[in-house]
């Protein structure tokens, strides 16, 4: 069998596999015990963050370790949820295109009288309409979460223009960019968005690790419940060996991809002239 859908999940790459078990092997510590084992883990934990950081153009406390993209999503938009400053009942515009992680959390807390949701239509473009995103806000809308690409069209949102739309207000941007990152320079939406979602399977990394990019200026305020893991936001540890595969998968992904597109571009460019 050929296997080509690398848009549900990509196999881990051998090199992963490989690094996989030498670290689980040899840093098999909690990295938040006080003894050797747990401070190797730790260490290998915060390298791992700041290589991450680095290609999202940030500091590594900008970033948050998860278990996998669904995490990613749930704690983004509870954590920017809890930074807003704007009280009672909050209002979220989201997508009828989003992951089910997104939209079916967010139908929940509708469900439950929580929050007050507005899932936008998608056109025959495979994208929002920008205007009916405007017309869509409250003045208690505290959060606007859209895709980047979507998984089964490839649709990729507006994401500056709707950005151009919320930097006057108070109103928080979330992307789920697991689709887009490391096929797409994800430099290109940094400025645009206050939160990224990514995860690690689709660019062959293992699975069962994520991560969250909040924009220096979002406030983490640390969970409800008391918890001293990233940054007061979730409530269990992550494996070292994970976050470690998770940056050194990404950053290799993403290098290997630039130079395809590089080289695509140049064929692409070529092609025309002949």
Known sequence: MIY?????????????????????KNFYGNASSLHDAGGK?????????????????AKPRQIVFTSGGTESNLLAIDTLMRASDIKGKKHIISSEAEHSSIYYYLKTLAKNEEIEVTFLPIHPNGQIN???????????????????????????QPI????????????????DAVQSFGK????????YVDCITVSS????????????????KVILSP?????????GLRLVQLMSQQSLLFQLQQYKHV????????ILVISVKYLLKS
Do not use: W
């Open 255 to 262: 290098i290997k991809l630039s130079k395809t597109v590089n």
């Open 160 to 175: 500056k223009t709707i950005s151009n739309y919320l930097k006057h207000t108070k109103i928080y941007f979330h992307s």
């Open 223 to 231: 969970h409800p419940v008391m918890t001293n893991h990233e940054h």
């Open 201 to 216: 399977h689709k660019v062959s990394g293992p699975k069962g690790v994520g991560a969250i990019y909040f924009d220096s």
């Open 41 to 57: 883990a730790k260490n290998i934990l915060e390298q791992s963050r700041a290589i991450i950081a680095k290609i999202f153009l």
């Open 4 to 24: 080509c859908d690398y848009a549900a999940t990509a196999p881990m790459s051998d090199i992963a596999l490989e690094v996989y078990q030498e670290i689980a």
């Open 130 to 156: 920008s205007k009916e995103l405007i017309d869509a806000i409250q003045p208690n809308t505290c959060l606007v979460s859209i895709q980047h690409v979507n998984s089964e069209t490839g649709s990729i």
């Open 184 to 191: 797409i320079d994800i430099s290109s939406i940094l400025s």
